[in-house]
């Protein structure tokens, strides 16, 4: 079981209905993750995903509203050690996600995710592959609610 944790910076309400067509842009990682797995792809896709999932966004590459997107903290951890003692091989990701206007890159929210696999067996096996979904999972419940309250006092 992933447990998150996450912020929401928030600069301009999502009301304007031009927010609902987006470019989701790659994610860039900035984890110096020395591994096996590509995590910028792993991320983009997974963000892409959930974005085309949620129903909030239409993706589209000529959107005027960028989606971007950092991989902030990668580490696979390891199930024997979380199991032996909890804390140790910790599964971690951390994740920033933004919605920037293109015309002129104005920030409009910010948005901050981690999740981490902190104790259990082996169960928790491939933590390192659904730890991104978990912080994803964050980003989207923050953009729903960015975009809800905004809808809402805007009535």
Same mark, same amino acid.
């Given at each position: ?6 912020? /929401?910076l928030v600069?301009?309400?999502?009301s #304007? ?5 987006? @470019?989701v842009?790659? %994610?860039? #990682?900035?984890?110096?993750?020395? !591994? @096996?797995?590509?995590? +910028?792809?792993? +991320? ?10 949620? +129903? $909030? &966004? ?8 960028? $989606?971007? %997107?950092?991989?902030?903290?990668f580490?696979?951890?390891?199930? $024997? ?7 140790? +091989?910790?599964?971690?990701?951390? /994740? ?7 015309? !002129?890159?104005?920030?409009l ?7 981490s /696999?902190?104790? !259990?067996? &082996?169960?928790?096996? !491939? ?5 991104? #979904?978990?912080? =994803?999972n ?8 960015? =975009? #809800?309250k905004?809808?809402?006092?805007? $009535?």
């Amino acid at each position: 079981m992933a447990v998150g944790e996450s912020v /929401v910076l928030v600069k301009e309400d999502g009301s #304007d209905k031009e927010y609902t067509l987006i @470019t989701v842009q790659p %994610c860039v #990682d900035r984890t110096e993750y020395d !591994g @096996t797995a590509d995590i +910028g792809n792993m +991320g983009t896709e997974k963000l892409q995903e959930k974005v085309r999932d949620s +129903g $909030l &966004f239409e993706i589209s590459e000529s959107a005027e509203i960028l $989606l971007t %997107c950092d991989i902030e903290r990668f580490i696979e951890g390891s199930a $024997l050690k979380r199991w032996i003692m909890p804390g140790w +091989g910790s599964t971690q990701g951390a /994740v920033s996600v933004m919605l920037v206007r293109k015309d !002129g890159y104005k920030i409009l929210a910010n948005f901050k995710s981690q999740a981490s /696999v902190d104790a !259990g067996g &082996f169960y928790t096996l !491939g933590a390192e592959e659904y730890i991104l #979904d978990s912080a =994803f999972n964050e980003i989207i419940k923050q953009l729903r609610d960015w =975009f #809800d309250k905004s809808t809402n006092n805007a $009535l």
